[in-house]
């Protein structure tokens, strides 16, 4: 079990303290709104009504502590820039810091956030994703030309056909790390694993070599 810190709950910063919540870790949600709070004194670990640019209450609950800190503060981005910075500041691990704006992105950045989410954009990506290649099921962006996509099998061709046999890797380009069946048995990738028609394949690869190889199998 990790514990961490969610400051700022709005919808984003909401989502992210119920998703780990319901992974079993601790979650300490800090937000100026009281009926924000209210809403979530059932679900997180511990919540707390406190202006988070006020140093001494992250210095209160010891935020270097946690084992990751979220600022997902939506649309006060001097508050969230400088609840940044305090949080950079006091050694926190692992700090992840929502952003809206470009102009916000650098200055993040630059005052040491680990990671930046900006989950308008990358819903839009997701959704544009699914339009463009309706043949994956999922796609999670690796780096800007390497992805981990999850493909439906369709076309009858591959059906009982091995790894090995079906040249996955050879002709395609991209490597089977992992196999769903229809049953729900699951395995990793195997030269001798049999391909079946609706099996779900969770592939990795280039960009370009999955949207090529998802319109084939």
């Given amino acids: 079990m990790k514990s961490f810190c969610v400051i700022g709950l ?17 979650v300490v949600a800090i937000d100026t709104d009281a009926k924000k709070i209210d809403n979530h004194k059932d679900i997180a670990t511990h919540v707390m009504i406190a202006d988070a640019t006020d140093e001494r209450v992250l210095q209160n609950i010891e935020i270097d502590k946690f084992d990751g800190v979220i600022i997902a503060i939506g649309r006060d981005v001097q508050a969230s820039i400088l609840t940044t910075m305090i949080v950079v500041e006091s050694g926190a691990k692992n700090v992840v810091a929502k952003a ?10 630059k005052i040491g956030a680990n990671k930046i989410i900006e989950p308008e954009k990358d ?19 690796l780096s800007d030309d390497y992805s981990f996509a999850k493909i439906v099998v369709k076309n009858p061709k591959f059906n009982g056909l091995t790894l090995y046999q079906a040249n996955v890797t050879q002709d395609y380009q991209v490597n089977v790390a992992f196999i769903k069946k229809q049953d729900g048995t699951a395995g990793i990738g195997k030269h001798d694993t049999i391909i079946e028609i609706n099996d779900v394949l969770y592939v990795v690869g280039n960009k370009k070599d999955i949207e090529k190889f998802s319109e084939i199998i």
């Fill in 100 to 109: 809206t704006t470009d102009v916000q992105i650098k200055v993040l950045t």
């Fill in 10 to 26: 709005g919808r984003f910063g909401s989502s992210v303290l119920k998703s780990l919540i319901n992974n079993g870790h601790e």
């Fill in 123 to 141: 819903a839009g990506n997701r959704v544009a994703d699914t339009l463009i290649h309706p043949d994956v099921a999922e796609y999670l962006d």
